[in-house]
């Protein structure tokens, strides 16, 4: 079936500090969407992008689907960050994903 | 223009108990999803549905989960009978037709006794 890799699963920064997020997947996926959730929130689509790169705000998505890998920089992290990431890979327009990210931003 | 929707918010059944979880999708979006997202399995796809002709049906939820479209702007999901081990948040999400990018409502968090 379809796999989605993400790591680290979890994730602890001083304010301020930059956060790479990654994730792997096993098929020859066309793009990722990226999506945060505050415990107990919903889903909340941050990018979804083909190959290549995106910014909003703090927010950098890069994805390189031939080498089936995307990732999520986010520069100068805040305490609101804090909360979960995840990767979704569409396949037939399905979302598998990955098991997340675990982000704590300490003051 | 208004986002997912689904109600309710929580639900609490006893178990053995038939439930009913609703969803409005995005106003013009062709597609709609329904997952489940526990701590142990993470985020698992239930049921899909394109213009109201299920697509994809998850094939361990076959049993006692039932989703259906009654129109195109409303879907339910039908658990019956329930279990303990249903308890989970069940989101609802939608997208257009030609773009994978989709949009989740706040989810309903159902617990089973």
């Known amino acids: 079936g379809q796999q989605v890799q993400q790591s680290p699963a979890s994730l602890v920064l001083q304010e301020g500090e930059n956060a790479e997020l990654q994730c792997n997947f096993s098929s020859t996926a066309t793009r990722l969407q990226w999506f945060y959730q505050h415990p107990g929130g919903r889903l909340v689509s941050l990018f979804y992008?083909?190959?290549g790169t995106k910014h909003t705000g703090r927010l950098t998505s890069t994805t390189v689907t031939n080498e089936r890998r995307g990732s999520l920089h986010i520069s100068s992290s805040q305490t609101t960050d804090s909360g979960t990431y995840f990767c979704g890979m569409p396949n037939y327009n399905v979302l598998y994903f990955g098991s997340g990210t675990k982000l704590t931003v300490e003051p | 223009d208004a986002g997912v929707t689904q109600t309710p918010r929580h639900e609490v059944a006893e178990k053995g108990q038939t439930i009913i979880l609703k969803c409005e999708p995005v106003s013009g979006h062709n597609d709609l999803f329904w997952y489940r997202q526990t701590k142990i399995q993470g985020l698992e796809l239930l049921s899909y549905f394109r213009s109201k002709s299920l697509m994809e049906d998850g094939g361990a939820f076959k049993d006692r989960f039932k989703a259906e479209m009654l129109n195109s702007s409303f879907s339910t999901l039908k658990i019956q009978p329930t279990e303990p081990k249903d308890s989970a948040v069940y989101l609802c999400a939608s997208s257009l037709w030609d773009r994978e990018e989709q949009y989740f409502g706040p989810g309903t968090r159902l617990t089973v006794l």
């Open positions: 992008n083909p190959s």
